[in-house]
């Protein structure tokens, strides 16, 4: 061993893992033991993955490593999302593509082949990061939605629902991207950002006399789809006389809206706003758009009321209602018989049904539609609002509300049991469950889960295109059965070219739609074996309960929130049983880590400059459940520290072996423990029992805080401490002991820290094999049960306060100007020390540490010492100021310690006489053949240092 440099080491570690298959066998000696369920919730194959990706590997790999150490058979199948929007878009910027139009001009079979090629490359490349970054998995049986095998087990998932009745075809209005020409979801699939646009009041003619209802709208582009407007009943209106005109909006909005409008007003009339019910308007494009007169029905074009969506927290108190085009107005329409209008294609562009506004875009050219508004004299006034607005996720288009007919899962009809498995999941932290988790599932609404896209598993509905018989696929053989055909893949470009003849003299074709992507991942736990077509007995008898998931907080409307709804649809049970729950991560700034602000390093480059122990210790022990994370790099170069500071234990350990030839055997005599090495003895079988404890309730985040702070402060700056003189100066059977502590001490440490910082301990381990270590890996060690006869509660609290005693003395001496090789006659502390006061004594260089107060005035105050020092005392610490210096010429010398010196020392001769009474201890301690104290000599051939000790110059020299 030699400086710790992990971007070397790990390689080397990486390579005796695959040399001596470590892995592999590992997993056969737990095969046949209790299995563990670890489903990985799977990333998106979109490219470079990001610290935020790799945090997320890194829980999964330490709760695995974690297990196996436990002697579980852990199931740690990785896989990939490889289907949706996110490679779609990715491959339109890729091959120049702009929209469906052009992907449908390139050739959709040709892009659905580029979508493969690309999903297997970065498949293929995220997994050797990942493997980079120390997690143990199957990579050679990575699970992919673009498996024929998995979108066979979808189609068969669906197949239950539908014949269960929980899958419809429904009219909603949906969030839909006019960019990607498909519905979106809005919980999941879009964003909202802060836009400044302009919105318009308007008023609308009532018919047969001269009074307008006032309305407002941020969305210019909805009015030609307008077929009714919204008053609340419970709220007070007025009719104004304005400019002649008169005016109806309501009471509370009055002066808000004249104020902007700068026109003066006089009240007529109060009223009720229910007293405005049926009040009949004209459309403020009848002539415009021709189908807007063929609407037939009692509310077209007529006031109705809505105390649930007219409030005065904004506008004029009358809301204009597009049934096409929003979910609430929808919502209305329906319960009112008002038909949902909406002229915008797939694209955003209007129809031809909207007349004059044929061929604009919707929202684009809403400065067209306003300006017809003024053309027509029932604009009132324009202005701009800043007020946030859902956009694609995916390619950051804005979005439109527009009715579709989409098929549904009806998860409505079995809410109140996903509340009640939502009361047995294991959340962490608890309020994920009980509090986040819980709303979402209050307000869950039936999803959609068809797109108009290509990249995805294709809805498995084939309809006759003349009676319209559906028949719903749940199989390839049943596929096959019904057409003759069996495919080898089951995408768009190859089951879209399946037909069949109807009785009724038709053909049967595609639905043309694909599965929401959210549809893959929520059917990972059983598609990801092929179940119920391959694996049935694996999955039903050892895979169908997840005992641990993690993702980040997002997925309560994600994946956390489909596995569920999917397990109650195919399985009626909920699969998982423990859910822990990570944060975002979010640059210094505070904003979320992406690819398109270009605020995160790659992890493959991460790895490159820092390795993998160290980004690991950091985001597992840096990290609590639920709460984000800033990504510092200060920190990690903190941690860096921490663990050269491990590795220069380890160094220690080996470095001393070999100078002492005291090899520790394993074996531990109580007999001759020291009260620092029983003190440590208990301080890591504590540590040990602690970690036990915390992995059981998966208190993950404190596992790594307790190892690193055992071996940061209780190992390295106080048992080494402690014992430092021990091993340089004790006798044999004395060093024998400490490394007899030490081989203890690491027994435990390495295999407990191992599932955090997988690279260094297996290095470490392979260091100590020759001191009985008999496992091939560190890895493959059972994580240590705590030895109880070594636990010494009372004595770990001593040794709290002791500690506390030597820093609060050490501090004193400070004060005094006195360094530590200084020795002192007495010091006085307010507690009883007990056994561990002459530990206080040698880590202090105080002679005798007394209880309470003294009795004449010394230097302190809760803490003293007396500062005097008479001439043994001075004895001794001029010898260990020359040590001191002896010392330092050894190590610019570069020499071992195994190597002796002749030491001269030229002074006067009262420090002559100080020093005598120390000589033969300085031999010792400096490992001098000769050490010759003289007041002159010539030291031609001698490496030499000048120094003043105190007042006496002195001039000691080495060769």
Known sequence: MSKYVPTELEPEVINFWKNNKVYEKLKKKNSKNKRFVLHDGPPYTTGDSGPHTAWNRCVKDFVRRMKRMQGFNVWDQPGFDTHGLPIEVTMEKKLGLRNKGEIEAFGTDKFIKECKEFVKKESAEMADVFYRLGEWAEWDNIYMAVNPSFMESMWWALKKAYNKGLLYEGTKVLTWCPRCGTALAGNYEVVHKDVKEN??????????????????TTTPWTLPSNMAVMVNPKLDYVRIRVDGEVWILAQGLVNAVLGLVGKNYKIIEKIKGKDLEGLAYEHAFLKEIPAQKEFKGKWIHKVILSDKYVDLSAGTGLVHCAPGCGPEDHEMGVKHGIPAFNPVNESGFFTEEAGVFAGMKARFDDKKIVEMLEQKGILILQTQIEHSYPHCERCKSPVLFRVTDQWFLKVTKFKNQMLKANKKVNWIPEWAGSKSFKNWLQCVKDWGVTRQRFWGTPFPLWICNKCEKKEFIGSVKELQKKSGKKPKDLHKDVVDKIKWACSCGGTFKRHSDIIDVWI????????????PFKNKKLFEEELSKIDFLTESKDQFRGWFYGLMAMSLVTFGKNLYDTVYLHGFMTDMKGDFLSKRKQNYLPIKETLQKYGADIFRLYMLGGSSPGIDIKFDETKMKETYRSLNVLWNLVEYVNRYVEFTGCAPKGKLNQKELSVADKWILSRINTVNKQVLKKLDKYGLNEIPVLLQNFFLEDLSRSYIKFV???????????????????????????????PVCPFITEQAYQSFKPFGLKELSVHHEKLPKPDNSFINPKLEAKMVVAKKVITNLLSLREELGVTQRWPLKEAWAPHSLGELRGLVESQTNIKKILVGRPKKKMFGDKHFVNPKMDDSLLSEGYAREVQRRVQELRKKKGLKREEFIDCVVICDQQLKKFLGPWLENMIRVVGAKTFELTENKELDDYLIKEVKIKDKKVVVGIK
């Not at 919105?199 to 407002?216: D, G, H, P, Q, R």
């Not at 893959?520 to 179940?531: E, I, K, R, V």
């Open 520 to 531: 893959d991942s929520s059917c990972t736990p059983f598609a990801s074996l092929g179940y």
């Open 724 to 754: 430092r003189d021990d091993v340089s100066l004790g006798d044999d059977k004395r060093k024998r002991t400490v490394l007899e502590v030490l081989l203890h001490v690491f027994k435990k440490l390495l295999p407990l820290l191992a």
């Open 199 to 216: 919105s318009v009041f308007v008023k609308f003619k009532v018919k047969e006399n001269n009074e307008y209802l006032v309305v407002w």
